[in-house]
């Protein structure tokens, strides 16, 4: 048992790194978002502005990533005594659930080009898609590190993977258009996409609602903690055991 006198402080784990990611990674992003923006209005391409928008929904999520990873090193207070660490779970969270809305809003663009395939310049929407893949790509290689161990970070990466998917079926899509004048090629592809961002966006908001609803984290068997625990000389019994996860690669117990 503590001393009445003791006290115990704690703040968040400095995430310097996540940060300086994020920050990288939001730099790229708002480049090629201004970057597809312009290039769409140049070739009269919905796609490309199609894109540009997913861009700027990832370009604002990136930023919340990015602030609650900042605000989440804030000490606690009398009022919040445990901290702002769990920020980064909400903006975890929000973000899946923009992904859930971008994966929709590529359904219902894709459904409508169906039915009115749009004249593309696929020449234009082939050197833009192409100038979007690399950043992207880039954008991706800066937050790959470290994401599995943050789900604030993971959701950002899911943001910039989900752009990179977009640049390849912009490339791909481009290309048939240039070639075979398919433009059917654009909707098809979407599709793809979309359904992969639906997926990623369910992972996220699967395992940030876990979190926040206090689950016993899935790498640990309780029934396996507890027996460890009642097989340690001294101990007559275990109670009311529980374990759960307060933020992104911290586990708690009582």
């Not at 912009?170 to 433009?183: N, P, Q």
């Not at 507890?226 to 097989?231: F, L, N, Q, V, Y």
């Amino acid at each position: 048992m503590l001393p009445v006198d003791a006290h115990c402080t704690y703040r968040a784990p400095i995430n310097v790194e996540t940060r300086r990611r994020l920050t990288l990674a939001l730099a790229i992003t708002a480049v090629v978002l201004v970057v597809e923006l312009v290039g769409g209005w140049l070739a009269g391409s919905l796609a490309l502005l199609a894109d540009a928008a997913h861009m700027l929904a990832d370009v604002a999520a990136l930023g919340l990533a990015l602030i609650a990873a900042s605000i989440a090193q804030r000490p606690a207070t009398p009022q919040r005594s445990f901290g702002f660490m769990r920020l980064e779970i909400l903006a975890a969270l929000v973000n899946g659930a923009v992904l859930f809305a971008i994966a929709i809003g590529i359904g219902v663009e894709a459904w409508r080009r169906f039915r009115v395939p749009p004249a593309v310049n696929g020449a234009l929407l082939l050197g833009v898609a192409a100038v979007g893949f690399i950043a992207n790509l880039g954008a991706v290689s800066v937050l790959h590190r470290g994401h599995e161990h943050s789900l604030n970070q993971r959701g950002a990466y899911l943001h910039v993977l989900s752009d990179l998917m977009g640049s390849v079926g912009a490339l791909i899509a481009g290309f048939v258009v240039l070639v075979f004048g398919w433009t059917l090629a654009d909707p098809v592809i979407s599709v793809l996409i979309g359904a992969l961002v639906l997926g990623s966006a369910w992972r996220l908001v699967k395992e940030s609602t876990d979190v926040l609803l206090e689950a016993t984290p899935t790498h640990i068997a309780l029934a396996d903690v507890h027996d460890r625990i009642a097989s340690v000389p001294g101990v007559d019994s275990v109670h009311d055991l529980h374990l759960w996860t307060v933020t992104s690669g911290m586990v708690a117990m009582s």
